[in-house]
């Protein structure tokens, strides 16, 4: 079946930018997709990529999407404390229109 | 976007009883999902709510433990049934935004607790 991955943690200074990445394994993924959940929320769509797209750009989030490598990243530009939240990579593929998630990642911005 | 409200937020509730979560979109929608979130886990999927027919369910979900009512195109419900502690997750409904687009918003999340 769909397996997506990601690294569990990541921390970096505020002002840096965080780069999350995430490997996905279904050839057929056609959305792939970044939540982002703070502490006791529910999951903020930050921003979806389709498969024929290489990079798409939103204020200081950058996506790029290797599909050859089937990689996906999520850059935040200036990182700021309140972008400390768990990062979820997830993907769609063809007509399901369901989605498969991967473990998250946990990025700690440090001051 | 869409907004969706759940009820309850949170519930602790007695091993053996069941509970119904609902889930209420401000627009009509024709995918309409279930997510479990267990504890420090990632989000898996319980089915898919049909509208005007039976729910699709996943591998490992079964309509008896989680029966799920779609009984138009703004509402759900999911029910646990005889719960248990493993029962204890964050249960999530989600919606698609249609309209060709692809996004897919989540509501805030039902944080069960069985005891």
């Known amino acids: 079946g769909e397996d997506v991955e990601q690294s569990l943690f990541l921390s970096v200074r505020e002002g840096d930018s965080s780069v999350i990445n995430c490997t996905y394994t279904d050839s057929s993924s056609t959305y ?19 498969s024929n797209m290489d990079m798409k750009q939103d204020q200081r989030l950058t996506v ?10 999520l850059r935040i530009a200036d990182t700021q404390t309140g972008d400390s939240a768990i990062y979820f990579c997830a993907e769609s593929g063809g007509s399901a229109r369901q989605l498969t998630f991967g473990s998250g990642t946990q990025l ?3 001051p | 976007s869409a ?7 949170r519930d602790i509730c007695q091993r053996g009883t069941s509970l119904t979560i609902q889930c209420q979109v ?7 999902f279930w997510y479990r979130q267990q ?10 709510a049909n509208q005007g027919s039976e729910a699709t369910y996943e591998s490992g979900f079964v309509i008896d433990k989680f029966p799920i009512s779609r009984p138009n195109l703004t ?14 997750s ?4 989600s919606v698609e935004a249609g309209g060709g687009l692809r996004e897919q918003f989540f509501g805030p999340g039902t944080r069960l607790t069985v005891l």
């Open chain 2, 3 to 9: 907004v969706i409200s759940q009820k309850p937020s």
């Open chain 1, 64 to 73: 790029l999407l290797n599909k050859k490598d089937k990689h996906l990243s």
């Open chain 1, 32 to 50: 792939l997709y970044w939540y982002k959940q703070e502490p006791g929320a529910g999951l903020q769509l930050l921003t979806y990529i389709f």
């Open chain 1, 108 to 110: 700690t911005v440090l």
């Open chain 2, 39 to 48: 504890p420090g886990q990632s989000l898996t999927l319980i089915a898919t």
């Open chain 2, 26 to 32: 401000d627009s009509q929608v024709t995918m309409m």
């Open chain 2, 75 to 88: 509402f759900s419900t999911l029910t646990v049934s005889n719960m248990s502690p493993e029962d204890s």
């Open chain 2, 90 to 93: 964050i249960y999530l409904c």
